[in-house]
Nanobody
Framework: QVQFVESGGGLVQPGGSLRLSCACS????????MSWYRQAPGKERELVAV????????NYVGSVKGRFTISRDNTKNTMYLQMNNLKPEDTAAYYC?????????????WGQGTQVTVSS
């Protein structure tokens, strides 16, 4: 079965850092585009960062550019999100997403989310 083990969320002060991890199993990780999404109460789910199956193509939402870094280790079936200089507006539940490269219909999976709260 598909399983995501998400970790690294928590409470942090503005300007602080967190590193989220998404350890995956139950599918061919290397064949999947991986993404981090976030959703705050009352707001739509937002794509934060996406990384191609090989790790060579990366994109971020404008609000996190220069602060967040997405990465993946295909030998460990794990995706990461390094978040620096966190702001209160980064507060949200962060979700790991795996989408089959080229043919999304063959696989599109979501983690359960991990809460990130940025507050003084």
């Amino acid at each position: 079965q598909v399983q995501f083990v998400e970790s690294g969320g928590g409470l942090v002060q503005p300007g602080g850092s967190l590193r989220l991890s998404c350890a995956c199993s139950g599918f061919n990780f290397r064949q999947y585009v991986m993404s981090w999404y976030r959703q705050a109460p009352g707001k739509e789910r937002e794509l934060v960062a996406v990384i191609s199956s090989t790790g060579d193509i990366i994109n971020y939402v404008g609000s996190v550019k220069g602060r967040f870094t997405i990465s993946r280790d295909n030998t460990k079936n794990t995706m990461y999100l390094q978040m620096n200089n966190l702001k209160p507006e980064d507060t949200a539940a962060y979700y790991c997403n795996a989408r089959r490269d080229l043919i999304p219909a063959l696989g599109n999976y979501w983690g359960q989310g991990t809460q990130v709260t940025v507050s003084s």
